[in-house]
């Protein structure tokens, strides 16, 4: 693919400081605060209506906040109206001219602003390059795919050379094929264009895979901001944890520490936690995060028994490369958790059940107050 890296503009950092949104007696955002490194990939996540969609379009300028400030670097933009902001938001639907072709639509926005001729061609070029629109810049957008009019919708929001780019589920009328393809060129092209770019997504997927960082939203709230891995492996509360992705919670007290440990008791016996993102206490009622993929199975080498439970795979989605197993675990009112073994051996099917021995890493247990 090569190291293509055009330089188009100073990055700058976008600013938000205690921004509320309401519509009418609809709070559509919370006193939010938050800032967007400079040249930084940075996700909007969470589910309908939580306000990633109102978040992105004040910082288009598309509506003004109830109240608090925006920032673009030291710009106080908050009354500045999107025609001033040099902020381009790209639109799941592509909004391209039919009549005119990829060349043409790209270069449209240079017209409206009166770039002189030659400055003009020399841009188009140039984010025809970088979004590798070459062989189908002549082409209209009927004569295209999703994913090379999403190049074009892409370079024509570079084109302009805006301060930040604004991504609102760019992917969601793709394929599942060329999604994945195009995660990885959005992520090349706003890597190549050193733009701050803000992304909206209700897929964590999505996230996790282009994300420098995110904010997971919750009824107008930021819930966690952090890397990918971080909100992943350390959720902050219930929500972010079930947010990022399938996983068992498993109610239980805790009990004390142990080897730097905390131990948590359960319906099934004690278990043993590595990490809880806030002070607890014996006796403090909390859920523990087991996540499928983190479920080992088989006997646990003799020099550990930590985190071993007998356990029954009682039905398997045999998936190929891997499986998603149900165990259920306890003798008494079982508890039943997800299981996801790569390269599968075991397929539990037609009421066939499988006695084995489970194991769970400490380090992957995270325990959760609320
Ligand atoms: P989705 O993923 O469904 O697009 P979202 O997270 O982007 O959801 P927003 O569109 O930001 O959510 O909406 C947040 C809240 O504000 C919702 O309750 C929505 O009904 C409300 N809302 C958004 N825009 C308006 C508007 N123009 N007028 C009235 N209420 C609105």
């Given amino acids: 693919m090569g190291a293509l890296t055009i330089h188009f503009h100073p990055m700058i950092p976008v600013r ?41 379009r004040l910082i288009a300028g598309l509506h003004q906040p109830t109240s608090g400030r925006i920032y673009f670097g030291d710009r106080d933009v908050t009354s500045i109206g999107t025609e001033h902001r040099n902020a381009v938001m790209c639109f799941q639907s592509y909004a391209l001219w039919p009549h005119m072709d990829a060349r043409q639509n790209i270069r449209f926005g240079l017209e409206i602003r009166k770039i002189d001729r030659t400055e003009a061609d020399r841009r188009v070029e140039q984010v025809i390059q970088l979004v590798q629109l070459g062989p189908f810049a002549h082409k ?3 004569e295209m795919s999703g994913g090379q009019q ?3 919708a892409l370079a024509r929001a570079l084109v302009v050379k805006p301060d930040c780019l604004l991504l609102d589920e760019p992917l969601s009328n793709l394929d599942a094929k060329l999604r994945l393809e195009m995660r990885t060129e959005i992520r090349r092209i706003c890597r190549a264009s050193g ?50 992705g399938e996983t068992n919670f498993i109610d239980g007290i805790v009990r004390g520490m142990k080897d730097s440990l905390i131990e948590v008791q359960t319906s099934v016996g004690n278990i043993l936690a590595g990490y809880c993102p806030e002070p607890i206490q014996s006796g403090d009622r909390v859920v523990v995060s087991v996540r499928p993929e983190t479920i080992r199975f088989g006997p646990a080498p003799s020099h550990s028994s930590l985190n071993a439970f007998a356990a029954s795979v009682h039905d398997t989605i045999y998936l190929g490369e ?44 995270v325990v959760l107050k609320n």
């Fill in 16 to 56: 938000l400081e205690h921004v509320t949104k309401k519509f009418g007696s609809q709070i559509a955002l919370d006193d939010v605060s938050l800032t967007i490194q400079a040249g930084e990939v940075f996700f909007l996540l969470g589910p309908s209506g939580c306000g990633k969609s109102t978040l992105l």
């Fill in 140 to 142: 209209k957008p009927n």
């Fill in 195 to 244: 733009l701050t770019a803000i992304y909206v997504t209700h897929d964590q997927k999505e996230a996790l895979s282009i994300a420098d960082r995110m904010a997971v939203l919750n009824f107008g709230k930021i819930e966690q901001i952090g890397r990918p891995q971080e909100l992943y492996l350390k959720p902050r509360n219930r929500f972010v944890a079930h947010f990022m």
């Fill in 150 to 152: 999403q190049r074009v």
């Fill in 322 to 365: 891997m499986a998603q197993h149900v165990v259920s675990l306890g003798t008494g009112p079982s508890l039943e958790l997800k299981a996801f073994e790569l390269n599968p051996k075991r397929v539990a099917r037609d009421g066939a059940v499988e006695q084995t021995t489970i194991r769970i890493d400490p380090e992957d247990v």
